[in-house]
């Protein structure tokens, strides 16, 4: 069973920047579209962002366009979420997955924007 390890979380400023990585535990990336999820208190997980295999193709949430950006190193099996520019609203656990049908979920890692 692959585990995927978010990690880089933590509490920072309006207007701060945060980067998360996710980590697999073997190599599943190469032909997968991979992407950044995140669950605020009380609502639904939502898909913030995504990366095609080869990193041809990126899309955003569009409350986080500009502001936030996906990446990859396939030969590091990690997944990265560069996030600039916080806001309160993007506060939640954040998680990483593959596009479709998931793999079972990591512990995330939690976003705390508060000044």
């Known amino acids: 069973q692959v585990q995927l390890v978010e990690s880089g979380g933590g509490l920072v400023q309006p207007g701060g920047s945060l980067r998360l990585s996710c980590a697999a535990s073997r190599n599943i990336f190469d032909f997968l579209t991979m992407g950044w999820y995140r669950q605020a208190p009380g609502k639904q997980r939502e898909l913030v962002a995504s990366?095609?295999?080869?990193?041809?193709?990126?899309d955003y949430l569009d409350s986080v366009k500009g502001r936030f950006t996906i990446s990859r190193d396939n030969a590091k099996n990690t997944v990265y979420l560069q996030m600039d520019s916080l806001k309160p609203e993007d506060t939640a656990v954040y998680y990483c997955n593959k596009i479709g049908v998931p793999y079972n979920w990591g512990q995330g890692t939690q976003v705390t924007v508060s000044s």
């Open positions: 990366i095609s295999s080869r990193s041809e193709r990126t």
